[in-house]
């Protein structure tokens, strides 16, 4: 059986985005190892047909050459072919040192002698998971949606530690690493968890990193009594497994977001700067709100980290009572 060796994205959308990928990989027979940063490597924790997650000890932006040797030199000898799915020259190195035979990947920053096989930079802003899926050299014919698994014991040991039941809270996802232009209000969130738990009487777990913990506090004072606030308080396995145990989930454009959607969890996706004709939740079970063709706004999608206009409508005119009834007709469709 042939050996090779997977070198993760950074983040966890893309880590879940690269799954049909893998799932090709090893359709054709071949046993993988995923080398990937700690925060990402929980969603190759959650896919079957890998074989072994390598933690990789880097820091972010940091070259690090004496780790990326240390790294390597294990490796020598046991992979065939590397598949390098980030398109930075420090992405490529660790493949290289290791002196695997062939390694693929997209040109990127011009990697000319860092991999053996270079697929042309796409123009634009191509779908994540065909974007991934060219590296195999069969991108047709198979299922295009990303899959995740997470044992039913995990499920319930996470929503029992969280004083939760499973099946019986919602999920939100407030946060988004990229920046304010990706998050819907707090204020429309905790709208929306007063509603909701007025009507169901169910609580609302907060979910997300250390740095969000901030955000969900927020929320919750907002909507008294409604809402555990989770975020930072477990890691992104407690996280992935409280989403495969609750009701339904709404968040933002996020890697959270593309957890849920390789669940196969009921969701609400609410996106305003970036676009879901790029990232979309490959959910049949998704209800996906983008007031683009409503707003008529020019700048839309602006992919921006901040609204360059400071008022943020493309996310501020979408009201709690939409999604909460986006949210309604997920259960009307079941």
Known sequence: MARSLVIAPQWIGDA??????????????????????????????????????????????????????RVAKPLRGRFTSAYVLPNSIKAALVPWLARIPRRVGYHGEGRWLLLTERLPNPRGRPPMVAYYSALSGDANGRDERPHLRID??????????????????????PGAEYG????????????????LHARHDLPIALLGSGKEAALCDEIAALAPGACRVLAGRTTLD??????????????????????????GVPQVALFGS?????????????NVLWLKDELKLDC???????????????????????????????????
């Open 238 to 263: 407690g996280a992935m497994a409280l989403i495969a145990g609750c009701r339904a989930m709404i968040s933002n454009d996020s890697g959270l977001m593309h957890v849920a959607a390789a669940l």
């Open 300 to 334: 839309m999608p602006c992919f921006e980290r901040e609204c360059r206009f400071g008022h943020y409508r493309c996310l501020q005119d979408l009201t709690p009572q939409r999604v909460d009834a986006a949210l309604h007709s997920l259960f009307e469709r079941a």
């Open 16 to 69: 879940v985005m690269s799954q049909p990928l893998i799932a090709r990989l090893a359709a054709r027979g071949e046993r993988l190892s995923v080398a990937a940063l700690p925060w990402v490597a929980p969603v190759y924790r959650a896919m079957p047909e890998v074989s072994e997650v390598i933690a990789l000890p880097f820091q972010h932006g940091k070259l690090d050459w004496p780790a990326r040797r």
């Open 152 to 173: 039913a014991q995990l499920t319930h040991d996470a929503a029992q530690a969280a004083g939760l039941e499973v099946g019986a809270y919602w999920a939100f996802a």
């Open 180 to 195: 304010p232009s990706k998050r819907w209000p707090p204020a429309h969130y905790a709208a929306l968890a007063r509603a």
């Open 274 to 286: 970036t676009s879901p004709e790029h990232t979309p939740p490959l959910n049949p079970r998704a």
